[in-house]
Every structure is written in C-alpha cells, then in structure tokens.
C-alpha cells in the first residue's frame, strides 16, 4: 500500500476548496500527473546542480511528500492555460 494513499492526497489538495465548489483534484489520474510533473521539476533541478543529490530522496517520493504536507499546489487547467 502507498503511504499516503490516493484518497488522503486528494484530501490535502482539495482541502482549501469551500463547500459548494468543484473540487481541484476528483481522480487518481490528476495526482499522479501533478506528482510526476513535480518529480521531473526536482530532476531538473538536481541536473542543473540547484540540488544536492545527497539530500534527495528519490524525486518521485520527494514529489509525494511535497503534495502531501500542502508545499505544492494543483492549479486547475483553466488557470494552468492562463498562465502560460
């Protein structure tokens, strides 16, 4: 089993979102997106020497906990166009 679960990670992220409004993540897919999207930022960065390799874990695991302790946000694809 995955420590945090799915559910407890879609929990976090849609946690700022008030009663009546749609929620920013309703499926797996849109948490596994946003985590590896995250987790190829953090190679990224340990490729350009921002990071030090040593205290990274693997970057996928970094990119769960991130999501999970609220350090990263998921925009909706409406906001994520606009700010392209």
């Given at each position: 089993m995955l420590h945090p679960?799915?559910?407890?990670?879609?929990k976090v992220v849609n946690?700022?979102?008030?009663?009546?409004?749609e929620p920013v993540v309703?499926?797996?897919?849109?948490?596994?997106?946003?985590?590896?999207?995250?987790?190829?930022?953090?190679?990224?960065?340990?490729?350009?020497?921002?990071?030090?390799?040593?205290?990274?874990?693997?970057?996928?695991?970094?990119?769960?906990?991130?999501?999970?302790?609220?350090?990263?946000?998921?925009?909706?694809?409406?906001?994520?166009?606009?700010?392209?």
């Amino acid at each position: 089993m995955l420590h945090p679960s799915y559910s407890d990670l879609m929990k976090v992220v849609n946690s700022g979102v008030e009663e009546g409004e749609e929620p920013v993540v309703n499926s797996r897919y849109s948490i596994v997106l946003a985590t590896a999207k995250r987790a190829r930022q953090i190679i990224a960065r340990q490729s350009k020497g921002d990071l030090d390799v040593r205290t990274v874990s693997k970057p996928l695991s970094k990119a769960v906990a991130e999501l999970n302790e609220g350090k990263i946000k998921i925009l909706p694809e409406e906001d994520e166009t606009a700010e392209e």
